[in-house]
């Protein structure tokens, strides 16, 4: 369930979600800070990974957002009977939109951008971000998951010193196995 | 429209950053001072308190963690700990590595070793230059902050590239890139918020989950010096120019298992383990390839043994490790 919620957000940082699913969402964004928080993270996330973060990282940037457009008289719904439930929503779906925006921006600066930046240029514009996409070990397989982790977590104690580098892995996720039985 | 208002400062902001990630390049730098450069981040990684948010990408996929590392008289502890998706944690001290998996419902503790300096070769770069060419390749800016690029470039396939964008005030690792010979990203880990220096509460070193509930498996021993490994029963008759072997154990790795040979090869910088154990049951073999990022793992059955090698290589050296192993 928890899962899905997060594909969702994904899905709506990625502006992949279908109208009805998004005013859903949205709805459950406005009223839980929690979902709020993943989805400035999310943000953030597809930020680090355009290389364009700024030296201050702000992660209520959502909610200031949020804050700012409240404060705007600009969105008006048209019936007063609805307003005070649909005013939160519309907010927070242009602050998605922003974001939307953003880097939707941020992925054409980098296609404008001259060969003389290899940092940048080398960096893989990457779509489907935060999509964890789990391959199943082979069936009946000891090795997997706590077998070849055993081995993993082993191996990386003597591999050369780059701190906890090696472990980013295990954390990050599974084996993709493409081995057969 | 309000959204208007906002993209008209976010675009100047964020192309004002854009503009400013270009890389200098220096004239005149010393030959050696890659290596010291290196050195210096592999000691600064060991030796400072920091705590930190990166975002980790592979395979298309990006996602975000914290670090929290502090070093005292009693020695290193670090926290590792993901911030999406299942909240996997990796706490390590001088002693064990627990890896907790709350989506496995399980716990893995292993035992921690001293870490090796980083590269792992002598002072001159006669040993590493056939294999890799090191190159300091000039400042750029990270997250604001000035870094020093350091380069390292694979000469063959068996071998992967790495970039390391280094403090320039500090010597922490603030962005590392890992790829392919052909220059491909494979990895890439990026800090997007680091405190360095500050105190690390004691909290902040403990984990979020008891583990209560969950299996544990404890990795055994036979890495004490009453453990004598004896001779390797097994070899790995032709390795990829470069990796020699700098390590022999025997240990037991899996809860009831046989304990397992375990060769350690390295060419000072990539290190490749080469495991054989003794199957207990046929039906439970893993052969082929596995592939964790830039972690590749090969698996392939010998005379009832489980033969498994893992590295932070390419496929290609695994595999090709894994099919010359054999009886002494």
Redesign the interface.
Known sequence: MKEKL?EQLSALVDDELEAAEQALLLRQIGADPLLRERLA??Q???D??Q???????D?GFHDS?QA??QA?P??HVASSRFAGMVKPVAGLA?AA??AV??VL??QS?RTE?PS?????A???V????????IKAP?A?????????????????????????????????????????? | MASNKIVKWLLPALLAVAAAVSLQAEADIPPDSARQWLGNMSRSLQSLDYDGTFVYYHDGKLEAMRIVHQASAGGEKERLMSLTGSAREVLRDDKAVTCIMPDKKSVMVGRSRPRQPFPDVPADLDSLSPYYQLQDVGEDRVAGLMTRVIDITPRDKYRYGYRFWIDTANYMLLKFELSAVDGTAIEQVMFTDLRVGDRIPAAALEPSLTGEGYNWFRQGGGENPAAAPGQPEWTVKQTPAGFVMTNYQRKRLHQGGEPAEHMVFSDGLATVSVYVEKMLDNSTAFTGLSSMGAMNAYGAVLDDHQVTVVGEVPAATVQSMARTVGRR
């Open positions: 997060h993270r999310y953030l996330v597809s680090a990974l290389n364009h973060l700024p030296p201050r990282l992660i957002v700012a457009l705007e600009a969105i242009v939109s922003v925006v953003a921006s941020l600066i951008a003389s930046t290899p940092a940048v080398s960096a893989p990457v779509q489907d971000y935060l999509r964890a996409e082979p009946g397989s000891p090795y997997t998951p706590q077998g070849l982790n055993a081995y993993l977590v082993n191996h990386n104690e003597y591999a050369v010193n780059r701190g906890m580098l090696p472990y980013v892995r295990l954390v990050g996720h599974e084996m993709n196995v493409d081995g057969k039985q």
